[in-house]
């Protein structure tokens, strides 16, 4: 399984930027997928999840800015960044619980990570 994210880069403080992230491979379902991150000397943090149901959690300091979305379908998750502020700059992670067989337990795959820098 390979979890692939795109969308990283520079924006001004206010700006916006829409993270993406596909999954592939020998796939049967997935469970949750999510955003986290990591900037210089910190550790990983979550930012944000959806269950294939559509329940979501997000970190308190993303609320009212940040929204995820999927695509089952392409097993894609989106991570829409709006209102950007410069301590959101950081290593954005994107993660997948992924059953492989219908028997198999879910396990935690993640992605290479997307750099977002926001300037002040």
């Known amino acids: 399984v390979q979890l692939q994210a795109f969308g990283g880069g520079l924006v001004q403080a206010g700006g916006s930027l829409r993270l993406s992230c596909a999954a592939s491979?020998?796939?049967?379902?997935?469970?949750?997928m999510g955003w986290y991150r990591q900037a210089p000397g910190k550790q990983r943090e979550l930012v944000a999840t959806?269950?294939?149901?559509?329940?979501?959690v997000y970190a308190n300091s993303v609320k009212g800015r940040f929204t995820i979305s999927r695509d089952n379908a392409k097993n894609t998750v989106y991570l829409q960044m709006n209102s950007l502020k410069p301590e959101d700059t950081a290593v954005y992670y994107c993660?997948?619980?992924?059953?492989?067989?219908?028997?198999?337990?879910?396990?935690?795959?993640w992605g290479q990570g997307t750099l977002v820098t926001v300037s002040s």
């Open positions: 959806m269950a294939t149901g559509a329940t979501t």
């Open positions: 993660n997948a619980f992924v059953k492989l067989t219908v028997v198999t337990p879910s396990l935690g795959y």
């Open positions: 491979g020998c796939i049967f379902s997935i469970n949750v």
